[in-house]
């Protein structure tokens, strides 16, 4: 027994500084690094999921809002923008803070339906829509009688665009292509866009124009300022409606017209569609100033 210890005291062991004690000491300290890492890759899903949650909510409300200011042609009793166009493709790829949407547009022309514009927008958390893709339409421009008429043509199949003809404007050219038209294969289906000399109410379209094989009427919604704008222009390419800009009523091809378009509305043109022997009738119409082929698509 050491000599210097006071009768009584005991020794003390150094707990500290033992090997196994230090082992004990880091295995808390990495649970602690462990749960505090786990605890931190909690919160931050939890934040993930939150703001995506949230965010596809705010998106779809966008999207819906949106589309909700684009009315269906055949159930709106209002003109709707696009002459002979359909929408019933929506398709949405969702990302984190955005999601990307595309919209397949149609034409239709007898039984036959074919992809006319495809549109993609982009529509972030934060801000407004953006178009992503946003393809313009080939154009050739020949001479006819020494005058250079301007044809448009789709970007993606090659189809020829419509144009219409506002009845108080003068033109260089007036196309008459409904003799062209009747005289293509007997088995093609033809769209064609008439402009008439003046507007005229629903009654009285279907007591000059009839009904079968009308699909489309073009409900002029420029006013009289554009107008007056667009008679200072010298060129025809300028001063005419772009079938995708003008606004009208679908209709069934069957059915009166009273019964689709409101008496308020006048009616500046239409779009027929059908087989050259079916589109005969029209060439004799007076009521017709223009007529302009669009697309045109085998019967079979």
């Known amino acids: 027994m050491d000599e210097n210890k006071q009768p009584g005291q005991s020794q003390e062991k150094d707990f500290v500084s ?70 019933d493709e929506v398709f949405t790829a969702p990302g984190f ?99 008439f000399h003046e507007a005229l109410s629903p009654k009285e379209l279907g007591e000059r124009l009839g009904y079968k094989n009308v699909g489309w009427l073009w409900i002029d919604q420029t006013s009289e300022e554009e107008i007056q704008e667009l008679k200072k222009h010298e060129y025809d390419f300028d001063k005419v409606l772009y079938g995708e800009k003008a606004y009208g009523i679908s209709i069934s091809g069957e059915t009166p017209y009273p019964e689709f378009v409101s008496n308020e509305y006048k009616i500046s043109g239409a779009v027929i569609s059908g087989t050259p022997q079916e589109l005969e009738r029209f060439q004799d119409i007076e009521e017709i100033r223009t007529s302009v082929i669009g697309l045109t698509i085998d019967k079979y």
Request: charged share 25%; aromatic share 8%; glycine share 8%.
């Open 18 to 87: 033992g090997a196994e004690f230090q082992k004990t000491v880091r295995k808390t300290k990495l649970k602690q690094l462990g749960l505090y890492i786990l605890i931190s890759i909690l919160s931050i899903g939890i934040l993930i999921a939150i703001i995506s949650i949230g965010g596809q909510f705010i998106i779809n409300k966008k999207i819906e809002e949106e589309l909700s200011k684009t009315p269906i042609p055949f159930l709106s009793d209002e003109p709707v923008k696009g002459a002979g166009i359909e929408s």
């Open 97 to 195: 803070l955005s999601v990307e949407s595309k919209i397949t547009y149609y034409k239709k022309v007898g039984d036959r339906r074919i992809v006319w514009d495809i549109k993609r927008k982009k529509y972030p958390i934060v801000g407004d829509a953006k178009v992503i893709s946003n393809e313009f339409p080939r154009v050739e421009t020949y001479l006819v009688g020494g005058e250079e008429r301007t044809v448009r043509y789709n970007h993606l199949n090659n189809e020829r665009q419509i144009d219409f003809y506002y009845p108080v404007i003068g033109y260089n050219i007036l196309p008459q292509e409904l003799e062209i038209a009747t005289g293509l294969d007997e088995n093609t289906l033809i769209e064609v866009a008439l402009s």
